[in-house]
Each structure stands twice: as C-alpha cells, then as structure tokens.
C-alpha cells in the first residue's frame, strides 16, 4: 500500500494557490484541468518533496476547484485520503470481511471508496492500470455516499 494524496476542495482556486504556494510554501508539481467534468485539479508537494513527485510519487495535497459554485458544508471541503493497492478485489474483499460497508464498489477495476469509522471517505485505487471487470463488484451498487 503507497499514501498518495490528502484531497481538499477549495471556493477560489488563486485565492487557495495564494495561501498554499506563496505563504505556506509548497510547489506545484501536476495540473489537470477537466473540461467536460468542470473543475481543475492541482497538485501540490512539500519542498522536500518536490524531486520525488516529478520522478515518481511522493505523497502530495490535491487542490479540488469545482467551475460552478458550490457551498461546502458539513465537511465537505475536505475530500479525501486515496491509496494505492496491489489488488483492488482483494483488498476490497479484506475490507468487506472485516465488516467495513464499500461505499463505491471497484466496478471498473480502478477506484473504490470506503469510510473510516469518523466518517473521513478513503480512495482506493488499483495500482497500475485498471483490472478486468469482475464479480461481485461489477454488478454491486452504491451504498451512502463518499
């Protein structure tokens, strides 16, 4: 298992790179702006971090600005933690066994969700590139949210 990113949803994406960049002094290090889903991701790393996220992954906080407003609340800026797993079915099925509920099955083989007991939402991702569809997951439904 690899940490890879800590999500948080900002209102005004400058306002956010203002705080984070110039004050607090982290780098930005990846930039993903999504057209057809409306919002831009940025990426950003602790100095020391830098070199590392640009060769291969250190673990990074993801700036999440959404083009159309959006009031957070609840907590709702606060997106969530995300993992890397050798095998998504078999670290989902770990999970399941142990009682934890799988908010966002991994249907497509890539990504799923799940709640810590405090309610913090945790990704969990299929290092590499996505598994073949499989069952149970392919068929099963969302449960909550994430």
């Known amino acids: 298992m690899e940490y890879l990113h800590t ?8 306002r956010a790179l203002n705080f ?5 002094g982290l780098k930005e290090v990846r930039r993903v702006e999504n057209e057809k889903g409306r919002f831009t991701l940025v990426f950003l ?8 996220a640009e ?3 250190s673990p990074l906080v993801e700036l999440t ?3 159309d407003p959006e009031t957070y609340t609840g907590g709702r800026n606060f997106g969530h933690l995300a993992y890397q797993v050798e095998d998504i079915y078999a670290f989902c099925a770990r999970l399941k066994e142990a009682g934890v509920t799988i908010n966002r ?9 799940v709640k810590s007991p405090d309610g913090i939402s945790i990704e969990i991702l299929q290092k590499g590139g996505a598994k073949p569809p499989q069952e149970p997951w392919a068929s099963m439904e969302n449960t909550g949210s994430w």
């Open 55 to 57: 060769s291969t992954k």
């Open 105 to 113: 099955p991994p249907r497509d083989g890539h990504m799923a969700f």
């Open 45 to 52: 790393a602790a100095p020391g971090d830098v070199a590392r």
């Open 65 to 67: 600005y959404n083009w």
């Open 20 to 24: 984070y960049v110039e004050i607090f």
């Open 7 to 14: 999500m948080v949803r900002v209102a005004d994406l400058d």
